[in-house]
């Protein structure tokens, strides 16, 4: 009897200094955790906004990055982190494709998290190392059927994005690379530049710079739009691969059992970070577009990942011996 009082006067303690820790929350630096390499697709997006969220937040937030396993060892991370709302996971579509793509994954994309909002949706380029012969899109797919035993494409491991692209690319023309995983794209862009790699599938927050100012070329874009930052670059569906379409949708996660109080807070300077004019005007630049409102909710962001695990799940079965 003494123990079970004893012990529930310890829990209420404990709730209480959370509860109080939640409402003054954040008393030290809050880290976005990405999934993948500094430098790369996801890193940049995430740096951005980071510094978009530290006014609203009212503290610094800084951005750490765990990358490999396609992105999966960051997830699993900060599944396990303490729900304080110091530890925070931004990830892309990779969390919808992972529970197909892996055996056994040590984390549940559906039950294991909070849900913060969705963020922004980044198309993606079908790229090349300039030396790599086809010199458009017409020449690309005889010359992959030719050669496939002489092409490398990169991704950043399986569940990437770069991989999704990979896969469903190869799928669609039925020809398939030899794939070289990476931790993250900006090294399998070095190495792409360098002529080690010579295919890959890349989000234009990375991609744009470079194919503007010509030190990789591009084949074209995955989204039936074509995007404003990349003006001389087709869509793959205008030039072949009919409805070939394919965004890089991004979200927030806390920790399972964070605070409310935590999570609203994150969820506001999520919301005032997308309304800086400064982030959208970077994101403008790199082609990435600043998700509607009712997205960049709790419940905007549970859905859609719930409707993506849904949708690719069974695409990526189909994918068969491309999938890996
Ligand atoms: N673009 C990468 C991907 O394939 C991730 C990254 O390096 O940001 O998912």
């Known amino acids: 009897m003494k123990f079970i009082v004893r012990a529930a006067a310890v829990a209420a303690l404990a709730l209480a200094a959370s509860q109080a820790g939640a409402q003054n929350y954040p008393t030290k630096p809050v880290?976005?955790?990405?999934?993948?390499?500094?430098?790369?697709?996801?890193?940049?997006?995430t740096r951005q906004l980071a510094q978009a969220m530290t006014k609203p937040?009212?503290?610094?937030?800084?951005?750490?990055?765990?990358?490999?396993?396609?992105?999966?060892?960051?997830?699993?991370?900060?599944?396990?982190?303490?729900?304080?709302?110091?530890?925070?996971?931004?990830?892309?579509?990779?969390?919808?494709?992972?529970?197909a793509l892996y055996r056994t994954l040590r984390f549940n994309p559906m039950t294991d998290f909070e849900y913060i909002g969705q963020v922004v949706d980044v198309p993606m380029t079908l790229v090349a190392n300039n030396n790599f012969p086809p010199k458009n899109y017409a020449e690309l797919i005889p010359y992959l059927k030719a050669n496939k035993d002489k092409v490398n494409y990169a991704n950043a491991g399986l569940g990437a994005a770069s991989h999704l692209c990979g896969l469903l690319f190869m799928s669609t023309i039925q020809v398939d690379l030899q794939t070289i995983p990476y931790k993250g794209t900006a090294p399998a862009m070095t190495d792409l530049q360098g002529g080690q790699v010579q295919l890959l599938c890349d989000?234009?927050?990375?991609?744009?710079?470079?194919?503007?100012?010509?030190?990789?070329?591009?084949?074209?874009?995955?989204?039936m739009q074509k995007v404003g930052s990349l003006p001389n670059v087709a869509t793959l569906d205008s030039q072949g691969l009919k409805g070939f379409d394919l965004a890089v949708w991004h979200g927030m996660y806390a920790p399972k059992n964070t605070p409310?109080?935590?999570?609203?807070?994150l969820n506001m300077a999520l919301q005032a970070a997308l309304k800086d004019p400064a982030f959208k005007d970077a994101m403008d630049k790199l082609g990435a577009i600043i998700v509607p409102p009712a997205k960049q909710t709790p419940d905007g962001l549970r859905n859609f990942l719930k409707a993506e695990i849904d949708k690719w799940t069974p695409i990526i079965k189909k994918a068969g011996q491309y999938a890996d």
């Open 31 to 45: 880290t976005l955790v990405v999934p993948f390499a500094a430098g790369g697709p996801t890193d940049i997006v």
């Open 57 to 99: 937040m009212g503290g610094t937030v800084i951005v750490e990055n765990k990358p490999g396993a396609g992105g999966t060892l960051a997830v699993e991370f900060v599944s396990r982190a303490a729900a304080d709302g110091y530890t925070v996971l931004v990830h892309h579509i990779g969390m919808s494709t992972a529970p």
């Open 203 to 223: 989000q234009t927050t990375q991609t744009t710079q470079l194919i503007n100012t010509g030190r990789i070329k591009a084949y074209g874009v995955t989204t």
């Open 260 to 265: 409310k109080a935590v999570t609203d807070k």
